[in-house]
């Protein structure tokens, strides 16, 4: 892996109906960051598949293009596409570090299953700012965060500490039903 503050994930919908959308933000993302672009993409259909042909017309290297198609182990065969996918998404953030994940999704919402959401919520609970596009124009976009995610699989306990003396739990504001609000199309970090 490379040090490049410029590793941009791209990951999203099977059934993305506008690759221009995807075409548009990588062209912007060359324009700024030029041979430091670093593309990593899951080799699907959908959005990562304009992402894939974004980088094969552009002529990326393997070093920049960073393709990372589904290919369970085969004692795995067994277990759901879902658990395959996870483990892939950990794989992906753990080995390539991506600096912004960028997620395209027309029906995105963060309590549903699916690999974008998975990948989404992977990235914001290490850190990495997820931009969510859900339209066909690359500017109407909106900063994913961890609030928008409800559930216990977002919450990370702390480790046990045996002379720490029970609390009892105290309400929270119900995130699921907090809007997300669309933010400003400028990232505050470079893609």
Avoid at 74 to 85: K, L, N
Avoid at 89 to 115: K, T, W
Avoid at 130 to 155: C, E, F, I, N, S
Wanted: charged share 20%; glycine share 6%; net charge neutral.
């Amino acid at each position: 892996m490379t040090d490049s503050h410029s590793r941009v994930l791209i990951c999203g919908s099977r059934r993305w109906p506008w690759p221009d959308t995807i075409t548009t933000l990588l062209d912007r993302a060359a324009n700024r960051h030029g041979n430091d672009l670093v593309v990593i993409e899951g080799a699907g259909t959908g959005a990562a598949s304009a992402a894939h042909h974004w980088c094969t017309h552009h002529d990326l290297p393997a070093w920049r293009h960073r393709c990372h198609p589904l290919t369970p182990a085969p004692g795995r065969r067994t277990r759901t596409r879902c658990w395959s996918e996870a483990e892939r998404n950990q794989r992906i953030l753990h080995d390539e570090g991506p600096r912004l994940v960028i997620a395209f999704h027309e029906n995105f919402h963060p309590d549903h299953p699916g690999s974008t959401n998975d990948m989404c919520r992977r990235a914001l609970t290490l850190g990495v700012p997820v931009w969510l596009v859900p339209t066909a124009d690359p500017d109407k976009g909106m900063w994913l965060d961890t609030r928008h995610y409800t559930g216990q699989h977002t919450r990370h306990p702390d480790p046990p500490n045996p002379t720490a003396t029970i609390q009892p739990a105290i309400p929270e504001t119900n995130v699921a039903r907090t809007p997300m609000e669309p933010s400003p199309a400028t990232p505050t970090t470079s893609p």
